[in-house]
């Protein structure tokens, strides 16, 4: 069921009063190509205002606390309401075990979204998402599904882990048909490892989706495939999110600039410069081509390309930022470019 309706296409829209919910609201109207002027008032709280500000950051979104209503083709009041406080009504005993769905969501566009991932959606009792889930195909989950927003702002607020198994797990064991919606798949990075034990240990029976994994989905829509014949016989993922000189780092750079292999760094913005200078003082040319590629397949989405000697600046210049993936290797310059 669609909330937020279809909107004439090239219409200029704006949001009042943004809800808990507004980053559904604005992926919805994301995915229909259109990026509204969001209007928060008196009644926005801290949080809100913080997901709007990150909204506003990836380019889902203008924030205009002044906006004028008479100056946008469509008005939408945020028709979310607020987020369940996550005391279920009812305190009779389950009348059956529930379940968790592990949904790997892809890298942020429905579409990407697998049939069964979508079929999950559409049953949920409960979905508890992400902030790089595809939070548009929330559009199709049922109007009574409970919805619960954990993802983390970089730098701001955000569910512990703990919270979030003990969540899946609760709602579980009260008989309810619980989805963990993701964005790409649930098993890169995505901590899904640890929600499927928490299930296991509580006799949670749990099963998963797969998704379409941003590290592999993103460079393939910036035209750069992670593997190509006669370039490199494969790919490594790996995350930045600790640099080569943190001690809490466990990655072997010597051996991945050695590799031959196409190298694709996720969570590495802030880290970039100083994985560059250690892949080039194991070896790996300062000439690699390589790429940043920001929000694929988002309405935001850019792609710097230079070489690895020179990413982080070129990244730096084109504020491109989080979330992003880096691709390191000769795939880089692989396909043609079309006309
Ligand atoms: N499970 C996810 C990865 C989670 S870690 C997956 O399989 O894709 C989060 C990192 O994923 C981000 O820091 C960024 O490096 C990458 N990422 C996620 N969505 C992205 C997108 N739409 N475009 C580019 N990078 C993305």
Redesign the pocket.
């Known amino acids: 069921m669609s909330l937020v309706l279809p909107v004439p296409a090239g219409a200029s829209v704006l949001v009042t009063r943004p809800g808990p919910r507004v980053a559904e609201t604005v992926h919805a109207l994301a995915a229909q190509g259109v990026r509204p002027v969001v209007r928060p008032d008196a009644t926005t709280s801290d949080a809100v205002h913080a997901q709007l500000r990150d909204l506003a950051a990836r380019g889902l979104l203008t924030l205009d606390p002044q906006a004028d209503a008479d100056g946008a083709d469509v008005v939408v009041r945020d028709p979310h309401g607020p987020v369940a406080d996550g005391t279920p009504e009812s305190t009779e005993p389950p009348a059956r075990v529930g379940r968790v769905t592990l949904v790997?969501g892809g890298?942020?566009d429905p579409g990407l979204l697998t049939v069964a991932g979508l079929a999950a959606v559409e049953r949920a009792d409960v979905l508890v998402c992400d902030r790089?889930a595809p939070l548009a195909a929330l559009e199709r989950a049922r109007p009574d599904a409970e919805v619960v927003h954990v993802g983390k702002i970089p730098r701001g607020a955000f569910t512990p882990q703990e919270a979030i198994d003990a969540l899946l797990v609760d709602r579980a064991a009260r008989g309810l048909d619980v989805v963990r919606l993701?964005?790409?798949?649930?098993f890169?990075?995505?901590r899904g490892g640890e929600e499927w034990n928490a299930c296991v240990r509580h006799g949670i029976p749990v099963t998963v989706v797969p998704?379409v994994?941003?590290?592999v989905a993103?460079p393939a829509l910036a035209g750069i495939p992670v593997t190509h014949r006669a370039l490199t016989q494969g790919f490594v993922v790996v995350s930045g999110h600790v640099g080569p000189g943190d001690p809490r780092s466990a990655v072997d750079w010597g051996a991945l600039a050695r590799s031959g292999l196409t190298l694709v760094v996720?969570?590495?913005n802030a880290t970039l410069g100083e994985t560059a200078a250690e892949l080039v003082r194991h070896g790996m040319s300062p000439d690699t081509p390589a790429a940043c590629?920001?929000?694929?397949?988002?309405p935001g989405q850019r792609t710097v390309r230079a070489t690895l000697a020179g990413l982080a600046e070129a990244a730096l210049a084109a504020g491109v930022g989080?979330?992003?993936?880096t691709v390191v290797g000769a795939v880089v310059d692989a396909l043609e470019q079309r006309p």
Do not use: H, R, Y
């Open positions: 790997g890298p942020g790089l993701k964005g790409g798949d649930s890169v990075f995505g998704g994994t941003s590290a993103a996720l969570m590495g590629v920001a929000e694929g397949s988002l989080p979330p992003a993936v």
